[in-house]
């Protein structure tokens, strides 16, 4: 066989020089033939044994049966059978020896590198198993944690109880310190009141001028509340017997100046010092001790909250507590709200408006109210239970409070205030108690404020007041003097409630603006607004701000705020609001048209809630009173309830007695729903001024037997009820 130098020339500059370190299956495969046609050369190494056995490794490696160390040792073995067959000058053998020795060397390299990457792969595989083992390590500790945690959160028995019997020592010292806290608070801020509006700087202890209250039981009859004629003498008659009512709910009314914040004054300190007190008209004092806590607040300055424990937070929590304990104490509250039996005094329902129509009253978190008792007291105007917001089935008990039991004993002990000996005493009360008789003022007398303003201008010898408008215009007439000396009289007479005044005239103009006020916010669109407002609400120049409160006529509270500080203000007392606002209509009578009609139509019922405005009308100008009862009686008549029936008639019947008291005019007030109830005179004057006009009559005589009663000129009677013996119908 001839062999050809070219192919094994070529063979060797690939494999030596080649262009990159790469090469291709098919000239791997080119390289394989070549080899396997060489070392099978039948002229030299035909009979070579290890020739042929490189041949058939050489077939093994082309395809792919043979290992890198076996290819090496035969490429050793190649090279040498080629050195041993080699002859001199013969080029083919040294070429391919070149051949095998470069393929070696590259093998070699290979093979070097190879087992490098085999000693860092084992030392990657150490580090795996060393990693392997920390992660084993690490799974094993953090099994350990999480059993400790599952330990915690399933603790012994006897850890559960230590950590209740530490969390009930610390519940425990809250408490008593909150009690502690609040009944010092309460003793500072309670124990003196004013016992005049004339002069709200001189204050005096509640004990000495305090007076049994006349308080009775009401009854739902007939669709309405009635009284009962039981009087309630002990604490514990405020509240149902019934121990099965988780929560109740007790209602107390009385007209403005009758004294039911005096009695809640009253009521908190008996609890603050029960059972040391022996002075008390209700003598069951451990009554109140059956309540771990009572929490009073004034819902005038909490119109838009209606949630019971934050208005506490706001009232009572912020007044005890600094910033920095508050956020403790009221989790402390909310505990105890939940599990101690407390009394909630809320004082002014009337005076509140809630944030929506959704609430017609504040409410307990329905936690508190499931799980422990906290007891409601609630103080308001007859008005506001009788608009039918709030239902009979919230109201568990109804008390009426009528003012004071024995009113000549509170002027008795106003008068001690200035003379101690007894015989000057008794002859001082005695007079004023012949005044007062003789001027027919007692009813005037059922409310405690009304008492303290008639027995101490009387005291003074100021002429003999005869009406409301009268002593509110001299309780005005006293708060103005306090701002300015000057002294001046009306010349004309359009006003009598003011004819013996001396302050009022040289002020008119700040009056007039303030009264404006009155009307305004009174009637305003914004509700809440009307008794709490802003400065801007009030519209008041700084001049007339400034002389309202300096005066007494407005007060001025702050109010906490992290952005700015802000104050609020109110009248002194809403009937003050309410007198003023009627000046105001009696001025410009047009706003009965123009503003009141509107409102009575936008709110309903709302007139119900204008009884003293109408009263105070009446006595200042009553043909501004004939023109509001025109609109008054007309909302009546679209409510169409004996209870609004009722109600109005009173509120007719107290304007009336005003009217003929300041002597204002001619009357002639609206009631076309009317209920004899009575045989008074003054029934019978207002009868005959709306016989013709009468709607609907209710006759309620049960004890006048043969009552006779001409209907012969009621026209328009369309509704006639009846009851009582033998009454006689013309």
């Known amino acids: 066989m001839e062999f050809k130098k070219v192919p094994a020339r070529e063979l060797r500059n690939e494999i030596c020089h080649p262009p990159s370190l790469e090469i291709s299956d098919q000239k791997l495969q080119e390289y394989f033939t070549t080899l396997i046609k060489l070392l099978s050369d039948s002229k030299c190494l035909a009979q070579d044994k290890e020739a042929n056995t490189a041949v058939l490794k050489l077939d093994e490696l082309q395809n792919e049966r043979m290992s890198l160390n076996d290819l090496i040792e035969l490429l050793k073995k190649s090279h040498k059978t080629l050195k041993d067959v080699n002859e001199p000058g013969e080029l083919r053998y040294?070429?391919?020896?070149?051949?095998?020795?470069?393929?070696?060397?590259?093998?070699?390299?290979?093979?070097?590198?190879?087992?490098?990457?085999?000693?860092?792969?084992?030392?990657?595989?150490t580090d795996l198993k060393e990693r392997t083992e920390n992660t084993e390590t690490e799974v094993k500790d953090l099994k350990e944690q999480v059993q400790i945690l599952k330990d915690l959160k399933e603790p012994s028995k006897s850890n559960i109880q230590a950590g209740k019997q530490i969390e009930q020592e610390e519940y425990e010292r809250g408490v008593a310190e909150m009690l502690k806290i609040l009944k010092t608070h309460y003793k500072r801020k309670l124990s003196n009141l004013t016992f005049s509006p004339l002069n709200d700087s001189v204050a005096a202890p509640l004990d000495d001028f305090y007076m049994q209250p006349n308080i009775q039981l009401m009854k739902k009859d007939k669709g309405c509340f009635i009284k009962t004629g039981t009087q309630i003498l002990l604490y514990k008659n405020l509240f149902s017997k019934d121990s099965k009512l988780n929560q109740?709910?007790?209602?107390?009314?009385?007209?403005?100046?009758?004294?039911?914040?005096?009695?809640?004054?009253?009521?908190?300190?008996?609890?603050?010092?029960?059972?040391?007190?022996?002075?008390?008209?209700?003598?069951?004092?451990?009554?109140?001790?059956?309540?771990?806590?009572?929490?009073?607040?004034?819902?005038?300055?909490?119109?838009?909250?209606?949630?019971?424990?934050?208005?506490?937070?706001?009232?009572?929590?912020?007044?005890?507590?600094?910033?920095?304990?508050?956020?403790?104490?009221?989790?402390?509250?909310?505990?105890?709200?939940?599990?101690?039996?407390?009394?909630i005094l809320l004082d002014g329902l009337d005076e509140w408006t809630g944030p929506g129509n959704d609430h017609n009253l504040p409410e307990l978190k329905a936690l508190h109210y499931t799980e422990s008792r906290c007891d409601l007291l609630i103080t308001t105007r007859p008005w506001k239970l009788a608009d039918g917001k709030i239902k009979d089935s919230e109201i568990d008990i109804l008390?009426?409070?009528?003012?004071?039991?024995?009113?000549?004993?509170?002027?008795?002990?106003?008068?001690?205030?200035?003379?101690?000996?007894?015989?000057?005493?008794?002859?001082?009360?005695?007079?004023?108690?012949?005044?007062?008789?003789?001027?027919?003022?007692?009813?005037?007398?059922?409310?405690?404020?009304?008492?303290?303003?008639?027995?101490?201008?009387?005291?003074?010898?100021?002429?003999?007041?005869?009406?409301?408008?009268?002593?509110?215009?001299?309780?005005?007439?006293?708060?103005?003097?306090?701002?300015?000396?000057?002294?001046?009289?009306?010349?004309?007479?359009?006003?009598?409630?003011?004819?013996e005044t001396q302050y009022i005239q040289p002020n008119i103009h700040h009056v007039n603006q303030i009264a404006e006020a009155a009307f305004r916010l009174l009637f305003s669109d914004i509700q809440e607004k009307s008794l709490v407002f802003g400065a801007k609400d009030l519209k008041l120049e700084d001049a007339q701000r400034k002389f309202a409160l300096k005066a007494g006529i407005l007060t001025k509270a702050k109010t906490s705020s992290l952005a700015r500080s802000s104050s609020t203000f109110s009248f002194v007392h809403k009937s003050i609001q309410e007198f003023l606002a009627a000046y105001y209509i009696a001025c410009n009578e047009k706003v009965i048209n123009e503003i009141i009609a509107g409102y009575f139509e936008q709110y309903d019922k709302s007139y119900l809630a204008m009884t003293q405005l109408f009263i105070f009308l009446c006595g200042v100008s009553i043909s501004a009173g004939n023109a509001l009862s025109d609109l008054m009686n007309e909302s009546n008549v679209k409510y169409n309830s004996f209870q609004g029936d009722t109600l109005y008639q009173n509120c007719v019947f107290a304007g009336y007695r005003e009217a003929v008291a300041n002597s204002t005019g001619s009357i002639n007030l609206r009631l076309t729903r009317f209920i004899i109830n009575d045989i008074s005179l003054d029934l019978k004057n207002l009868w005959n001024m709306n016989v013709s006009n009468v709607m609907s009559l209710t006759i309620r005589l049960p004890s006048v037997p043969g009552y006779k009663i001409d209907l012969s000129l009621c026209h328009k009677l369309k509704s006639l009820q009846l009851e009582g013996p033998g009454i006689e119908l013309k």
């Not at 391919?96 to 595989?125: F, G, H, S, Y």
């Not at 809640?264 to 451990?286: E, I």
């Open 248 to 343: 109740q709910t007790v209602f107390i009314q009385g007209e403005a100046g009758s004294g039911k914040s005096t009695f809640l004054a009253r009521l908190v300190m008996d609890w603050c010092d029960s059972p040391k007190r022996s002075d008390n008209f209700f003598q069951d004092l451990k009554t109140l001790k059956d309540y771990k806590f009572i929490f009073l607040v004034t819902l005038r300055n909490s119109v838009q909250e209606f949630n019971i424990e934050e208005i506490i937070k706001q009232q009572v929590i912020d007044s005890l507590y600094g910033k920095e304990d508050c956020e403790k104490a009221n989790k402390l509250l909310n505990e105890i709200m939940k599990q101690e039996h407390c009394l």
């Open 94 to 125: 040294k070429e391919i020896d070149e051949i095998l020795a470069k393929a070696l060397k590259i093998l070699e390299d290979r093979m070097q590198d190879l087992e490098k990457r085999q000693e860092n792969t084992e030392t990657e595989v």
């Open 399 to 499: 008390l009426q409070l009528e003012g004071i039991k024995y009113p000549f004993e509170l002027s008795k002990c106003i008068l001690r205030r200035k003379y101690q000996d007894e015989n000057v005493l008794e002859a001082k009360n005695s007079a004023f108690t012949e005044y007062i008789r003789k001027q027919k003022l007692e009813e005037l007398l059922q409310s405690p404020m009304m008492l303290s303003v008639i027995v101490c201008w009387h005291d003074e010898g100021e002429r003999k007041l005869i009406s409301k408008c009268e002593i509110y215009s001299s309780l005005i007439d006293s708060l103005l003097k306090k701002v300015s000396n000057e002294e001046g009289y009306f010349e004309d007479q359009r006003f009598n409630c003011f004819a």
